[in-house]
């Protein structure tokens, strides 16, 4: 057994900590497959974890990041064989079971998705655990019978990651994409995207009214808070919002009128324990209709010694899209 280069999160008196080391295999978690991690990605939870500004991070010493794509290497499981070519996102992943930023990962079999069909590693994380929440936001919306026909669709944090793919896929779609950002700068680019329309994310962040003018028939919400209650005050009758994120905060002060006086239905989402053929049916679905141009065009690539710090910026929402790490 030897060691691989991973960021290892320890808790102690000293306090909170993240930073590279030489990680001993025997130190690996229980698990059918050992994985080599090529790629993984920087998500926002990521940012909470190896900043500790959240309990996102549940044993120790922990090895962070939500989500990887790599090779089999070894596996006691029929379903995985050596050079099968994998991803990982969620599950507990970099929360209670060592995680992604690092060479080697080892894991169970169940929780591992046979790379689609069409995407290669990179691209896989390039979409990460960020543009599959987007793609559960939309199957959700499709799901509950909203249609491009009832109006557009609102997506919130438009130029982070879940929200820049959302609204390349529900362009896709056929939905005429508002998108709300506080970074007007990159208006060119959200239309470059797919939207239709760019607003300032301060018309929807302060305390707003119980209800306002319908504006839009659905909603993609990385944001929360504020926000969130805007844009269900602001949807219309009929209409339905699938609520992912919480970028403003983790509060959520609305009233019942949207839901009670124009029937508008709030759809929760969650990527980490979400079932298997629900997954795999968004990563489908992700490899098919995401424009591989337009991945690019909101992905940066950095080697892995980037991590820390580009995990450090997405809390100040500075960084653009989606960052894919290359392990290496
Ligand atoms: P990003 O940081 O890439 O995107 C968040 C965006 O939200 C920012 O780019 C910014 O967009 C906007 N934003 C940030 N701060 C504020 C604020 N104070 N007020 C209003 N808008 C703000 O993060 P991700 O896309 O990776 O994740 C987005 C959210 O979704 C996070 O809360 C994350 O935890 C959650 N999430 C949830 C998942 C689930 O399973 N439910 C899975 C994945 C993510 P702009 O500059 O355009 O305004």
Known sequence: MGTFKAIRIDKSEAGYQAAFTDFDEAELMDGDVTVRVTHSTVNYKDGLAIS?????????????GIDFAGVVEASA??????????????????????????Q?????????????????????????????TAMLSLLALERHGVTPAMG????????GGVGSVAVALLAKAGWRVIASTGRPQEADW????????????????????PLGKER???????????TLANVLAQTSYGGAVAACGLAQGMDLPASVAPFILRGVSLLGIDS?????????????RLANDLDPAKLASLTTTIPFEQT????RSILDGVIRGRVVVEIG
């Open 104 to 132: 080697k990962a080892r894991v169970k079999a169940e929780w591992l998705t046979p790379l689609p069909k069409g995407l290669t590693r990179a691209q896989a994380m390039a979409i990460g655990t960020a543009g599959y």
């Open 272 to 284: 980490v324990m979400c079932p298997q053929p629900r997954r795999l049916a968004a990563w489908a």
């Open 308 to 311: 820390i710090d580009a995990a």
């Open 152 to 159: 557009p669709a609102i997506v919130t944090g438009a130029s």
């Open 77 to 102: 499981n029929p379903a995985f064989k050596p050079g099968d070519e994998v991803l990982l996102n969620g599950w507990g992943l970099g929360e209670t079971h060592l995680g992604g930023y690092a």
């Open 190 to 209: 959200l239309k470059g995207l797919g939207a239709a329309e760019v607003i300032d994310r301060n018309e929807l962040s302060a305390p707003g009214r």
């Open 216 to 226: 839009w028939a659905a909603g993609v919400d990385s944001v929360g808070s504020h």
């Open 52 to 64: 500790g500004k959240s309990p996102v991070v549940r044993r120790f010493p922990m090895i962070p």
